[in-house]
């Protein structure tokens, strides 16, 4: 293999991956404060629709993104009203939050389809951006060094700061936390429209960066992924980080695998390898700790009123 | 019926009918031709499904107030389908079309509780007294874009965005490669299988995959426009797929086949409302307007255009086809005799690749 072609899958994986890992991120502090949002794929398909039109009426990419995160927090607020203040159901109200964003998309964006915008592109200046081998770490668009730079920000408020600590009391204790005074439903809809507003983000990355254009269900079930991610991660950011990346490479070598006509391992068994690591990951956790309850917020899913 | 609310609402109309089936309408000499369609994707793919839409919005144009056309998408096929069917055949659909090949079995189902409605399935080859089946014969406009590969490729090789290694997908891979293959012998064909019709982003990976493995021509039995994409982004040449991509690519976009189902429909309907329509198979291809090839980008050479003209010429003629023999597997077996061309029953059961195709 030669350098240019490492550097080539190493830029194709390092986008696989952004997506899931933006969007698995927000999941993750949604979960952290409690709430169990299966509507990812939902609030992803609403801001890469959003971020689409608003890019390709306005022509600013910019714009499109600011609307990706917009609509994507929009969408977390439906679910928020929903089951936070009324209580109802999150597992029902988080799968009614998916099929509503593949209908609403798809209505927003019928008059989108055909069209295209420019991609997204590199923020460094060409001498690094296209440079045969920096290119990897300089050549990235903006959505890239975010999704990292959120990592750390994101591990760095849950376990150093007070905020997070109250974040994460809610998560594990909502009464107790109501007991000694946190607002706990103002703190989750604070939490859910992070996690709306990154997956509005992750949402966009398909309709901006990897496939500039609308076409219904773009995002094609990456929302499953990244819940399964957080999971994965065991509500780590670190390990988050890890687990996207490892989705992202093992989803592209599977497909490079198949280019180059490696036949002694079986594309089928690279499209299953992630899966079963997820399934190998869990029952290592729940092995180790004997739990049960591989390190879940102890109050995810569960609905909480004042009273 | 010529204004597109018109026809939106009577769309929805024919849903809220099936839904209070107490107000579906008996078939009355009178009210218009109800002409039903599911298809498996989005009508917003841009791709596959689009085109048989766009084949019902020609029947609406053709027929105007006689007709009324309802569709369902997003059909997922197996027990889904039937019960869409049979939505549709209770809405009081006289023909119905279903337009993919997993709805075959469904259709074949749902067609003899509804002996009196008319039924054609797509690309299938299962058929009954109500039931006949239409296919278009793709493979034809893979060898025109093939000889194009063939003149303008650099590399002498090119990557093959597939679906699933179902028939029509082989044959489309066999008879692209073929023709590439009669203007460079030494052409490669590399093929991904994504698994899937339709997941953009896995398209464009895949169609990033060849190229990083040497491809300079992606060609794409996929439904997205992703690939083209790619192929614009990394500066090498591709072909739309069902319909003219050229919006998406178009530097890439060195032309594309495109589907054109309206004239079927259009005849059908015809024969439904004269009370000629009987059941039967058909195959067409460029000859019949089936398969059309979308106008070619400047950039192809003279060269490329000239040879892509004559063989288009010459497979509407009966002069060339496709699959001329010898061909030989890959074991080296030969399928198609010297002289010989493949028969139907051959291309509809294809589960072999010729040589230089790596799949």
Known sequence: ?307 | MTSIITRRRLTFGAAAASTLPILGRGASAQSPLGIGFIYVGPIGDHGYSWTHDQGRLALEKEYGAKVKTSFIENVAEGPDAARALRQLAQAGNQLIFATSFGFMNPTIQVAKQFPKIKFEHATGYMRAENVATYDARFYEGRAVIGTIAGHMSKTGQAGYVASFPIPEVVMGINAFHLAARKVNPNFKTKVVWCSTWYDPAKEADAAKALIDQGADMITQHTDSAAPLQAAEQRGVFAFGQASDMKAFAPKAHLSAIVDDWSGYYIKRVKEVMDGTWKTGAVWGGIKDGFVKLAPYNDAVTPEARKAADEVTKAIAAGTLHPFTGELKDQKGEVRVKAGEHATDEILSKMDWYVDGIQA
């Not at chain 1, 109250?166 to 439903?185: C, F, K, M, Q, T």
């Not at chain 1, 695998?257 to 190998?280: D, N, Q, R, S």
């Open chain 1, 1 to 307: 293999m030669t350098s240019a072609m490492a550097v080539s899958i190493l830029m194709t994986l390092i986008a696989a991956s952004t997506p899931l890992l933006l969007a698995s991120l927000g999941e993750l502090v949604a979960e952290k404060a409690g709430v169990l949002n299966l509507g990812v794929e939902g609030m992803m398909l609403c801001g890469a629709v959003a971020g689409f039109a608003i890019a390709f009426s306005s022509g600013s990419t910019t714009l499109g993104l600011v609307a990706a995160i917009l609509a994507g927090i929009a969408a977390s607020m439906i679910f928020a009203v929903l089951a936070l203040s009324l209580g109802a159901n999150q597992v029902a109200t988080g799968l009614a939050l998916t099929i509503f964003g593949i209908g609403a998309s798809s209505l927003i964006g019928a008059g989108f389809v055909g069209r295209t915008v420019e991609r997204l592109g590199p923020i460094f200046p060409a001498a690094l951006s296209e440079h045969p081998v920096l290119r990897v770490v300089f050549g990235q668009d903006i959505l890239v060094y975010l999704s990292l730079v959120l990592v750390v920000g994101v591990g760095y408020f849950l376990r150093r700061t007070r905020a997070g600590l109250i974040l994460r009391a809610v998560g594990e204790n909502d009464a107790s936390a109501h007991a000694i005074g946190y607002p706990v439903l103002a703190i989750r809809y604070a939490a859910v429209a992070f996690g709306g507003a990154l997956a509005g983000l992750g949402g966009a990355y398909f309709s901006l960066a990897l496939t500039p254009m609308w076409a219904d269900r773009l995002t094609a079930g990456r929302g499953w992924i990244a819940l399964a991610l957080v999971v994965f991660s065991a509500w780590k950011p670190g390990r988050l980080l890890l687990g996207a990346y490892l989705f992202g490479a093992v989803m592209t070598l599977e497909l490079q695998a198949k280019a180059a006509g490696i036949g002694w391992i079986a594309p089928e068994f690279l499209a299953m390898a992630p899966y079963l690591a997820t399934i190998a990951v869990l029952t290592m956790m729940s092995l180790g700790r004997r739990t049960g309850r591989l390190d879940a917020p102890a109050c995810l899913g569960k609905p909480f009123s004042a009273s």
